[in-house]
């Protein structure tokens, strides 16, 4: 049998969160020891509430943990008025709050840099949210950014932005995060939105997920329905789904295309705080910091993911 990987989920679930925290759970290469939580879509209550609702809703045993209520720097910024209710909009039902699991007591901070002390090699980290807890743990213990293998982060652009006309909302939220984790060299492998635009969930997908037929189906599909009318209210219609790349990618490497990247983080625009530059002409114009996602398969990571919900609601419990 082959040896598990052991893997830390960092997130601010909100939607596409929740998706790519099932991807990932149903891996069955990667061992889930750890989920944080942060500031981002919402507050830290809500996205520390919408993880335990989702954990409790599809048995993932992993612990959570509250981490940071606010960035390093600035106000918290998040986007209910854009996602709705909690940081996850819904059009009709939605997840019970969780009744048996709680967050565990230690903050997720300290139980990240637990998790990457502890491993015996190099270990795996996902974050789908602003990096806030990723970049404390390293605030606090320097050495542990060479203790983390992989920071495998849906966030940046390496074209337009969404929060912004240059910044992606995660990148925006806590960019100071994003420049101690490239400054302290961290391997990160970045799924921005020039990536994630290319991976459209749709209406079709909604009703795939509804047809499970279940009351947690029926919660998941009305989300992904909330979901596709971000942009257009009466009519749904096709979405990027930012946060799954992070976790499809984990499973399936080969529907994705990584170019080595010089990435820097704008702390001080005026207008442009918060936009990963990334300069891809790298050795001769810049030394690499970072894998760079810029090609998908996008039809086949959608296909995948929600083949992977469809799973666990079907082996929900
Ligand atoms: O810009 C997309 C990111 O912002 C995703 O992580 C989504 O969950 C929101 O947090
Ligand atoms: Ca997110």
Not at 58 to 72: D, H, K, L, M, S
Not at 117 to 142: E, F, G, H, K, W
Not at 208 to 215: I, L
Not at 261 to 285: D, N, S, W
Request: proline share 7%.
């Amino acid at each position: 049998m082959a040896e598990l990987t052991d893997v830390w989920f960092d997130c601010d679930t909100g939607f596409d969160d929740l998706l790519a925290l099932l991807v990932l759970s149903r891996n069955p290469s990667l061992r889930l020891r750890g989920v944080s939580t942060v500031v981002g879509n919402s507050s830290l209550d809500n996205t520390t509430a919408n993880t335990l609702a989702t954990v409790e809703a599809f048995g993932i045993e992993a612990p959570v943990y509250r981490g940071c209520p606010q960035p390093i720097a600035g106000r918290p910024q998040t986007i209910e008025g854009l996602l709705g209710e909690g940081g996850m909009g819904t059009t009709g039902r939605r997840l019970p709050e969780a009744r048996h699991r709680q967050a565990e007591p230690e903050h997720g901070v300290r139980a990240l840099s637990a998790y990457l002390r502890a491993a015996s090699a190099p270990a795996l980290v996902v974050a789908t949210a602003p990096l806030t807890n990723v970049a404390q743990a390293i605030n606090l213990d320097p050495s542990l950014a060479a203790k983390i293998s992989r920071l495998v982060v849906m966030g940046g652009s390496a074209g337009s932005g969404n929060h912004t006309a240059a910044a992606e909302f995660n990148a925006f939220a806590d960019p100071e995060a994003w420049d101690v984790v490239l400054r302290a060299g961290v391997p990160v492998e970045m799924f921005g939105l020039n990536l994630t635009r290319q991976v459209l969930i749709g209406p079709a997908d909604r009703d795939r997920v509804d047809a499970v037929g279940t009351e947690v189906a029926g919660a998941i599909a009305d989300y992904l329905d909330a979901y596709l009318r971000i942009r257009e209210r009466d009519r749904p219609g096709p979405m990027p789904l930012h946060d799954p790349c992070t976790t499809v990618y984990l499973a399936h490497p080969e529907w994705f295309t990584l170019e080595p990247a010089r990435v820097e983080m704008e702390l001080a625009g005026r207008i442009t705080r918060g936009q990963t530059v990334c300069e891809f002409r790298v050795p001769r114009k810049a030394e690499p910091n970072a894998l760079v996602a810029t090609r998908a398969e996008g039809k086949q990571v959608v296909d995948y993911a929600v083949d992977q919900v469809v799973a666990a609601l079907r082996d929900a419990p």
